[in-house]
Each structure stands twice: as C-alpha cells, then as structure tokens.
C-alpha cells in the first residue's frame, strides 16, 4: 500500500480527452510511495442544496475518496475562459453541506491542457481561487500550462522527451508539497 494516495480529479468527460492523457502520463513519473486514483464525477448529481441532508451515493463516495487521499491532483481543460462545469459541478458536491467541507486541508495540485495557446491558464487562475476559498493549500509554482501538440505523448501514451523534465520537475515539486502539507 502507498504511503500517499492522490485523488485525480480529471475536468473533462470526453473519451479521448488530452486531459486524462495528461492524467495517466504525469502520474507514472511519481515515485513509488505514490499511487494515484482517478475519481470518477461523471454521475454526481447537478448541486442543489436542497439536498444537503440527503446526498446521494456518488457524492459519498467522492467525499469519502478525497477524505481517504493524503493530496488531490486537479487536470483542467479550460471552458470559455474558466474550468469546465463538471469539475465545478464535483467540487461543490463535495464541498457541502455548510461546514462539511471534504475539501478542506488537502495539498493541491493545478494543471492542465488545452488547445489554445494559453494553456488553461485563465482556467486555473479561476479554480486557484475556488481551493483557496476551500482551505485547500496549493502548489503555486511550477505553473504548468500546456497546449496539446504533436510529440507531447509517445506512442505508449509517455510524456515525449521534449516536456518530460519539465513535468517532472512539476511531479518532483508536487511531491514535496503533499509530504508537507498531508495530515
Ligand atoms: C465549451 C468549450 C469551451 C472551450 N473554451 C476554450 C478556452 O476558453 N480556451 C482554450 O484554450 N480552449 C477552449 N476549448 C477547447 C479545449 O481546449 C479543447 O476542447 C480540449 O480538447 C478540452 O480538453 P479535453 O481534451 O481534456 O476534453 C473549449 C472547448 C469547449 C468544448
């Protein structure tokens, strides 16, 4: 068993989605005392806090994931300048009822890809201000704005050799930061 299970929050549903394939790269240059899950968000109900008192299955168990991790890794793509409303949609699932926060104190960390030049950066701008407002501590740098090209993935779905120093250096960073900020 890890040391450190990460909870992946991945913003995009879509099946070939550049995200997830950031997801499953990125995560095989951590070390072996890390093991990653991606949680799945795709049948969270819209938020109503009507609901607050009677949440249903999905959200449990997305609570009851992110409470168990010792960090969350958040992959965005960016929606019309910000994050997508099913990674928005999740993390007010789980940020409710009032005072019942799965969220809160959990080390994060913020990245994405796009096909604009931008990178999402504008979209993690705005999810870096969701997390602060859940008390979630962040890793601010390296910031890692990545826009989808040939030659960023191999053929076995690695990080291509030209972006690969680079994300691990983001992994190596992202790894000290759960150490020392996890509960
Ligand atoms: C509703 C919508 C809005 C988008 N807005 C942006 C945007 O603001 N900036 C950007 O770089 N790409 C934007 N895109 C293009 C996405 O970068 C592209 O669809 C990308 O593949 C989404 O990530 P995914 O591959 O993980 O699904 C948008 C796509 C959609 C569907």
């Not at 168990?68 to 409303?85: A, H, K, M």
């Not at 890692?144 to 994300?167: C, P």
């Amino acid at each position: 068993m890890s040391k450190y299970q990460i909870a992946v929050v991945i913003g995009s549903l879509r099946k070939d989605s550049f995200n997830r394939k950031l997801a499953d790269a990125i995560v095989k240059l951590a070390p072996p005392d890390f093991s990653f899950k991606q949680v799945q968000i795709n049948d969270l109900p819209l938020y109503n806090q009507d609901d607050d008192a009677n949440q249903a299955e999905s959200v449990k168990r997305l609570k009851n994931e992110i409470k168990s991790s010792q960090g969350i890794l958040f992959v965005t793509p960016e929606y019309n300048r910000s994050i997508s409303g099913v990674l928005k949609n999740a993390i007010d699932n789980a940020s409710r009822p009032y005072g019942q926060n799965a969220w809160a104190g959990k080390p994060a960390g913020v990245i994405g890809i796009s096909i604009g030049v931008i990178g999402t950066a504008m979209a993690q701008q705005h999810l870096r201000n969701v997390l602060a407002f859940l008390d979630m501590p962040t890793l601010g740098q390296p910031e890692i704005f990545i826009q989808a090209k040939d030659g960023l993935f191999d053929e076995a779905g690695n990080i291509g050799a030209e972006s690969k120093q680079f994300l691990q250096n983001w992994m190596d960073r992202y790894v000290a930061w759960v150490k020392k900020h996890a509960d």
